[in-house]
């Protein structure tokens, strides 16, 4: 398992040194933090439940796809979007402007268009790393918004 947190872990904190990726810092999200924050959480959160579950996954396209699950770039208050509205179009927009930033695999981009399933009902995640990250968006947001602490 050493080589596969390995390459985890190396794929992720590659991308974290990506400018385009340090702007997620700008956009406020779930009480307090921000999208940086919250999808980097979700990374490390897809991750472990792969361990705990034994699944056999790619290492490389978890990283990219749970890490840029949220790479939506704008703030939701200013946008004037209700929390309804955002949850059914931010997948969209951030499969679309990470594809355009990162040249994303199709695995990686249902990943993200997959995250918020079943409220995206016609986009549920295809692959285990997209049902992960689906879990773990939702474990994640839940702890920061109905708790507010993560």
Not at 16 to 35: A, C, I, S, Y
Not at 115 to 131: C, D, G, I, N
Request: overall charge positive; charged content about 30%; glycine content about 6%.
């Amino acid at each position: 398992m050493t080589n596969s947190r390995e390459r985890f872990f190396t794929e992720l904190n590659r991308l974290l040194l990506d400018p385009k990726v340090k702007r997620m810092k700008e956009f406020p999200q779930h009480f307090g933090t921000n999208t940086l924050s919250h999808s980097i959480k979700v990374a490390e959160a897809s991750f472990r439940l792969a361990e705990k579950l034994g699944w056999d996954i790619d290492e490389r396209e978890l990283a990219r796809g749970a890490l840029l699950h949220d790479y939506y770039l704008y703030d939701i208050k200013a946008e004037g979007l209700t929390p309804y509205r955002h949850g059914t179009s931010h997948p969209g927009k951030a499969a679309e402007n990470a594809g355009r930033d990162f040249g994303l695999t199709p695995n990686e981009l249902n990943i993200i268009r997959g995250h918020m399933w079943p409220l995206t009902l016609f986009s549920p995640p295809r692959s285990k790393e997209a049902a992960l990250v689906c879990m773990a968006d939702k474990y994640v947001a839940s702890k920061e918004m109905i708790l507010r602490k993560y």
